[in-house]
């Protein structure tokens, strides 16, 4: 009986181990867990950093580019008001400051094309009126005749009003109109020329 009661010594302190190791084991386990969390918390930390790290070089890209982009905008606006100035002041320029008299242009040169295919009907080979075939050298034995008209129509009954000096006056006062009319510049016929055509041709139509 006393053996039965008796214990060993050898397994109780086999058992204290066998206690004393699992719970060495459960406070590794402890740690291990502690640890393992310790280490995924930093983790996630250390990856949310990251993600705002990123989203701030982002954000800043953006506005980099939102700033550089409303540089370009503000050249290119202040190019365009610049181009916008100058536009304005070329049309301020040009602007009249009384209203523009109409165009008394009624006379024109018969195209070339046109005249090529029907010359006859368009070309003078007699006589010449106006500016447009006025001293040509086939034409110049007419001149004479135009004169002789002139005297005729002078003579006929003369006075105030047909005298020639009145008539080159009312004619010299319509030379700028005169001019007007025709769609070409006159200027190989001198102020002279061209009032001294007028009233011989226009009184040799008269008479």
């Known amino acids: 009986m006393e053996g039965l009661e008796s214990s060993d010594p050898s397994k109780e302190l086999g058992c204290k181990e066998i206690k004393h190791s699992l719970h060495h084991n459960s406070s590794i386990n402890s740690q291990l867990s502690t640890t393992s969390f310790e280490v995924r918390s930093s983790f996630i930390m250390a990856e949310s950093k990251v993600k705002e790290h990123c989203l701030i070089e982002i954000r800043e890209g953006e506005e980099s580019v939102t700033a550089g982009s409303n540089v370009k905008n503000q050249t290119l606006s202040g190019d365009q008001n610049k181009e916008n100035v100058n536009i304005a002041s070329s049309i ?14 009624c006379i024109y040169r018969v195209p070339d094309a046109l005249k090529k295919l029907h010359e006859k009907d368009f070309v003078p080979c007699l006589v010449s009126i106006g500016p447009f075939h006025h001293g040509t050298k086939k034409l110049q034995a007419m001149e004479q ?14 006075n105030p009003e047909t005298n020639l000096e009145h008539i080159v006056e009312k004619i010299r006062s319509l030379e700028d109109y005169s001019r007007e009319c025709y769609n070409e510049k006159l200027d190989d016929l001198s102020s002279e020329a061209f009032v001294e055509m007028m009233v011989v041709d226009g009184c040799f139509i008269l008479e």
């Open 92 to 105: 301020r320029k040009k602007l009249l400051s009384k209203a523009p008299s109409p165009s008394s242009t």
């Open 145 to 158: 005749f135009k004169l002789w008209y002139l005297h005729q129509l002078l003579d006929r009954k003369p």
